[in-house]
Each structure stands twice: as C-alpha cells, then as structure tokens.
C-alpha cells in the first residue's frame, strides 16, 4: 500500500536512471574527444549537430586556457555549461537541478517543508522569479507578500528567472530563522522580514456561506488533498448544502492525480477527463473510474494565479458540464514535468506532454476563460467573485 501511494506521489516527479552516455550528450563538453575519435553519421547527430556543438565549446576551452585569469573550477564549469544549454530551450519549467539541491527539491514534492509558504514561477516577461500564490497562513501571507509580487532579492542577493532552484534554496533554512525578501509590485520596492516555519502545503477549508451554499477553498494539490476535500464536503453535506462553490483562486496546482480523484467525485462514470500528448502525438487518457458522489450544481472560482492541476479540475468540470467557471481567466500552465536523476545525483526537470482538456481545449499558454468574467473589488476590498458565485446559485 505504501508503495502504490509513493508511486501515485510521483506521478509528476518519477525517478529515472539515465545511463552515463546520455548524461554526457545533455553536457556535451566533454564529448570533443568521443566526437573526434568515433564515426557518428546517424540521423540524430545530425540533426542536432551535436559534434558542430562539442567543438565550438571546445574552441572556447582553449581560449579560456590560454587568457582567462583567474583559478577553473571545472566543476562549476561544467554545471555552467549544462545550465546554459537547458536554458537555451526557451522553458521556463524544464531546468536543471544540482546534486547539492536534489534532494531538497524532491522533498518539497511531500507537502511538507520548512520555508516561507510561498509557490514560485519564472517571469518570462521581467526574466524574474514570481509569487504564483501564497500558503494559506504561511509565513509570507502573514507579513504580506502576495500572489503577482516579483522577487529581486532573497537575502541581499539578487536571483533572476533562471536562477529559481537557487533562490528557492536560500529561502528554505532552519525553522525560526529569519529570511529578507525584496519583491516589486508594479512600480514599488518592498521588503519583507519573514520567520521560516514548518509549512504544511495542504490546507482544505470549508464552510456554509448563504442559503444552503458550502464553500471549500484550498491553494494546492498535495498527498492528501482530494481525501481532506471529499472529507470537508461529507461535513458540509450533513449541514444541507444544496449547492457548491470551489475556490480554486489563487491555486498554484501539485499532484495531478489528485485533481483527477476530485473530478472523480463529481462526474459520470468512464468520463473522459484529461488527455495527455507527448511530443510524437500519443495520448494518454485519463477517465473517472468511480460513481458520482457530489450531485449538485457546482462554480468554479478562477483568477490569473489558477494554474496547472487546478486549470486541469477547472477544464475538466467545465466541459463536461458539471461545473460553471466564474472570476477570470486561469494562468496557463498545462504541461508535465518529470525529474530525471542522473548518475552523477543531479536531476533534469524537464517537459514531455502537455494537457488537454475533456474537449480537446489546450491549457498552456492558453488558459481557461470564464463562464462569467467577474473582477475582482480590490479598492472596496469585496469579494465580488464569490458574490456573484451565490447569487447564481440562489
């Protein structure tokens, strides 16, 4: 049993030996010599000229031996180079990780982890790293740093978009340490003094709030999260609820199949909720295996920090017809990632499929638009999402 929900947890985050050939070929600098000596004339090295590649770092070798100044730290160099070349791909969420990070990264995956409570993603626009949402009661909801902020500097020293996995480091620390955020927000620099604390990512939240209406809220996908959802709907369903709102503002995603077992709660039997499509075309489909157990009108609320897992729920609900999307359109995050460990203990973060949703309907770099577009009241501070959320279910 254990193994069965290990291996459910890592859907996203599945570990992979890569042979030490391939390893070299994604660095390639030190391919000059295996290049020069052997006859590579298959299609693929062709077509990604991998030999042109292996020289024109070499050539640059050779001019770093002969003028550069200062002590080569060939390890640094060699991470440098495989940074440089992931980068090139142009993705913010495919990146390398380093062996000194590995472990640290995979254990964020749990849902548990001591840092500020805050999810992160790369802005490709200001080539910053951005607040995608906020841990509910986290430490850096509680100082007040918000969903949309740009990081500058996390301790005086200043992380660009690229530079995520390292920033993302230095934020994590001993528990009750103090950590010093820099963040812009539209034209004003802000600081922030935040505490690290234990942050527990998953945090499902329910309530009644008119007319027989249950509201349920979370800001993530974790472990457990559609078990504590379908938990705070049974609590809700005892107190009469006729209909339903879920909050899904503000929602960075996580665990794919946990989105998947809440659509499960909701829709038909064998509904088709989820397709995945890998670079050559092949889909994956993913389908509800269980009985409905929600039955009763159900909206969405959605905003620009939607993403990922969460636009997946939203996508799915939406075009099967079980749910009504209200707020703004969603982020537009709708590819998968897997960690690949290397032999040397680093890993790769890389992209292999994208999703679509029940009707075919891309998510990245599309997003979900709303069946009513409702914004937000900021400069009352009220909620007119939510509201309009109860005035149609009334």
């Known amino acids: 049993m254990e193994k069965e929900k290990k291996e459910r947890i890592y859907k996203i985050v599945m570990m ?86 590995m472990q640290d990264y995979l254990e964020d995956t749990k849902g548990n982890f001591v840092g500020i409570g805050i999810y992160m993603i790369k802005n490709t626009e200001y080539n910053r790293i951005q607040v995608l949402s906020t841990i509910k009661g986290g430490p850096a909801e509680k100082v007040g740093i918000q969903a949309g902020d740009l990081i500058l500097t996390v301790d005086g020293v200043n992380y660009s978009g690229e530079q995520m996995t390292e920033a993302s480091n230095s934020i994590k620390g001993e528990e009750g340490k103090n950590v010093t955020i820099e963040i812009l927000r539209g034209n004003k620099s802000l600081k922030f003094d935040v505490i690290r604390e234990r942050v527990k990512v998953n945090q499902v939240e329910g309530k009644v709030v008119s007319d027989n209406i249950g509201y349920i809220q979370f800001t993530s996908f974790d472990e457990t999260t559609a078990e504590d959802f379908k938990n705070k709907f049974e609590e809700l369903e005892k107190q009469n609820i006729k209909a339903l709102i879920i909050d899904l503002r503000d929602n960075g995603g996580g665990i794919v199949d946990e989105a998947l077992d809440i659509a499960d ?130």
């Open 16 to 101: 992979i030996v890569i042979s030490v050939f391939t390893t070299f070929i994604i660095t390639s600098i030190s391919l000059y010599t295996y290049f020069v000596n052997n006859d590579v004339s298959s299609k693929e090295s062709e077509k990604y000229n991998t030999k042109e590649m292996a020289q024109v770092l070499e050539s640059y070798r050779k001019i770093i031996d002969k003028y550069y100044l200062g002590e080569i730290d060939e390890n640094l160099l060699l991470e440098g180079a495989i940074k440089g070349y992931i980068s090139g791909l142009g993705d913010p969420y495919t990146e390398y990780i380093s062996k000194e990070d």
């Open 265 to 394: 709660y909701v829709t038909d039997k064998d509904s088709v909720l989820l397709y995945e499509v890998d670079k050559n075309g092949n889909e994956t489909v993913k389908k509800s295996t269980k009985s409905p157990i929600i039955n009763m009108p159900i909206i969405i609320l959605t905003n620009e920090n939607t993403a990922s897992a969460s636009e997946i729920l939203a996508g799915a609900l939406k075009d099967l017809g079980k749910a009504k999307t209200v707020g703004s359109k969603t982020y537009g995050k709708g590819v998968i990632q897997q960690i690949l460990s290397l032999t040397d203990g680093s890993g790769l973060k890389i992209t292999i499929e994208e999703y679509q949703t029940p009707n075919k309907n891309k998510i990245n770099k599309v997003g979900i638009e709303p069946d009513v577009e409702v914004k937000l009241d900021t400069e009352n501070n009220v909620d007119t999402q939510l509201q309009k959320a109860i005035e149609m279910l009334k």
